[in-house]
């Protein structure tokens, strides 16, 4: 999975991917679920909580490891944070589309 993002992520945005632990610091979990998320990629040193407000899970790319992983940033940033989200497949079958 995170080796496919990689192929359309841009290198500097921040992508929010629905983690958060706003309701307890330190157990992230899953927003459509509220289940702990049980697969993590966080980069090295990560999750911080840097600032004592960081609670949003977000792939980041990061400069010194020139690979994208997983950070906790505020939920509210300047110039604004994208949402990553994920979709079933959608049948390219005209007739199903109908
Ligand atoms: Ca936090
Ligand atoms: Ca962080």
């Known amino acids: 999975m995170q080796a496919?993002?990689?192929t359309f992520l841009n290198?500097?945005?921040?992508?929010?991917?629905?983690?958060?632990?706003?309701?307890?610091?330190?157990?992230?979990v899953w927003q459509?679920?509220?289940e702990e998320a049980v697969y993590t990629n966080w980069a090295n040193g990560q999750p911080d909580n840097g600032g004592g407000d960081e609670n949003?899970?977000?792939v980041h790319f990061f400069w010194d490891e020139l690979q994208h992983s997983w950070n906790?940033?505020?939920?509210?940033?300047?110039?604004?944070?994208?949402?990553?989200?994920?979709k079933k497949n959608v049948p390219?079958?005209?007739e199903e589309l109908n």
């Open 4 to 6: 496919s993002l990689e």
């Open 72 to 86: 906790d940033e505020q939920c509210y940033m300047d110039g604004g944070v994208y949402a990553l989200c994920e």
């Open 92 to 94: 390219c079958d005209a």
């Open 32 to 34: 459509h679920s509220f």
């Open 11 to 28: 290198d500097l945005p921040h992508y929010w991917i629905g983690l958060s632990d706003e309701a307890k610091e330190g157990t992230f």
């Open 56 to 58: 949003c899970g977000e």
